[in-house]
């Protein structure tokens, strides 16, 4: 994924991308206009133009990439869910001094489950076993 500043997703760019990281997880690969239509645009009740739009708007964004595949054009997720996520959040902190990012991730964890919290130290201890073991 490009470096740039992570863009700002829509509703329908949102809902566009959970359909082809959908897609990838499922091990179907890049989608055509028509792929995306028949399945976000039937849910919404849109125009195979506007999720055309959508799509080339999602590539000048950095966000997807696209294929030739004949006559038409293949599009796929430039990263995970979880990597636009955290690009997103990086984005945000960024530009905050060490304290306020510090404090701003306090608040944050403040209000999280314990569901995410048990997450959390287990990410923690999977970073950490990460960063202590020898390299290969």
């Given at each position: 994924?490009?470096?740039?500043?992570t863009?700002?997703l829509?509703?329908?760019?949102?809902?566009?991308?959970?359909?082809?990281?959908t897609r990838?997880?499922?091990?179907?690969?890049?989608?055509?206009v028509?792929?995306?239509?028949?399945?976000?645009?039937?849910?919404?009740?849109?125009?195979?133009?506007?999720?055309?739009?959508?799509l080339?708007?999602?590539?000048r964004?950095?966000?997807?990439?696209r294929?030739?595949?004949?006559r038409?054009?293949?599009?796929?997720?430039?990263?995970?869910r979880?990597?636009?996520t955290?690009r997103?959040?990086r984005?945000?902190?960024g530009g905050?001094?060490a304290?306020?990012?510090r404090?701003?991730?306090?608040?944050?964890?403040d209000?999280?489950?314990?569901?995410?919290?048990?997450?959390l130290?287990?990410?923690l201890?999977?970073?950490?076993?990460?960063?202590?073991?020898?390299?290969?």
């Open positions: 994924m490009a470096t740039d500043p863009p700002r829509g509703e329908l760019e949102r809902a566009v991308m959970e359909h082809l990281w990838t997880g499922n091990g179907d690969g890049p989608a055509t028509r792929e995306v239509h028949d399945v976000v645009g039937a849910e919404r009740d849109l125009a195979y133009t506007t999720l055309m739009t959508v080339d708007r999602l590539t964004k950095g966000v997807v990439e294929e030739r595949d004949g038409a054009w293949r599009y796929a997720p430039l990263g995970s979880e990597q636009l955290a997103t959040l984005d945000a902190l905050l001094g304290d306020d990012r404090a701003a991730m306090v608040h944050f964890l209000e999280a489950s314990a569901d995410e919290i048990a997450d130290r287990a990410a201890a999977a970073l950490e076993a990460r960063r202590d073991a020898p390299p290969a």
